[in-house]
């Protein structure tokens, strides 16, 4: 078959912003031009892919972008993109404009969009760009590493005043349902505990741990909550942590400081080299493949296998999904999430075994 020429991809930022995605674009346009191919900057997701919003990206459109956090694209969540009649105000858009391929950077709703578009003929490749972390597929997403680097950054700050007043601050951070920004920051703020949605947590045994090493003269404590938690779980722990301690405990949600600010090195060169490699997925006549991290290493994953990967990964696939596989590409999906699942545990034991 002769291979397709490109001549304009597009490239959008869709769903959570994420410290980074920035760097992925700019290296999106900057190997598209080097490859003679025009790129169209679309505005705020999939949105702009309907209302026909975008504008084309030169290479000094990128210039001062790659150190700068949120999105210059912007991000939308577009419901209507997700009905067919907005999926066809999408196609048409994407035919007038010409785009032979299209790179979207997002999460997994995005992917969703991407390869409902792969599948109606507009070839697409996915970035993962969220500070969450909870694209299963990928051992790392854009924005996990600024984002956990925010946190450490605020909660020794609160560490500095808790150890001033023999205080204790129970710190809610993101990730959605996951708990990866949770105990890796708990790991890295020395906090006494950290509890996540994925696994139990032994409220008892951390206000005994509290209890005790306040005997040895312990005055700071900083217990990290995932946002996952039941609603209201972090204040009420406070509250708890104060009734049986005695140590003054407050609650302190970071919320969105956690997805802005100039995005680390780890982003950037993360979000560089996924750019570079999706635009050569597409040159290479590619589509419905998101481009991930795995063992050190950029490769990419066919959409569907993602998303399936993703819903085992979560236990949440349904007897007709796995029907509906090839066996040994199930127990393939199983085994490493099993793998997967060790790797978070081990952080979560740790997270909650070295404070004290
Ligand atoms: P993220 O990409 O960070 O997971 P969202 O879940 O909000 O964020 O998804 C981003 C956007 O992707 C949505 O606003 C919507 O436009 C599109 N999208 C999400 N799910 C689907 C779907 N099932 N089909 C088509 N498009 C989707």
Redesign the pocket.
Known sequence: MEKKIFKRIGVLT???DAPGMNAAVRSVVRTALKNGVEVVGIKG???GLLENDMQILGPHDVSNVINEGGTFLYT????E??EESGMQKALKVAAEQGLDGIVCI????????AQ?LSRRGVPCIGITG?IDNDVSSSDYTVGFDTAMNTVVEMVDRLRDTCESHARCNVVEVMGRDAGYIAVNTAIATGATGCAVKELPFDEDALIEKIKLAKTYGKRNFIVIVSEGMPDGFGEALAKKIQAETEVETKFARLAHVQRGGRPTLRDRVSASKMGEHAVQLLLDGKSNLVVVEREGKIVSRDIEWALMYDKVYKGKAKPEDIAKLDPKVYEGMVELANAKHAEFEDLYRLANSISI
């Open positions: 869709s769903g959570g997701g999939y949105r939308d969540r577009c419901l993109f997700k997002g999460g997994d709703g995005t992917f969703r969009g409902d969220t």
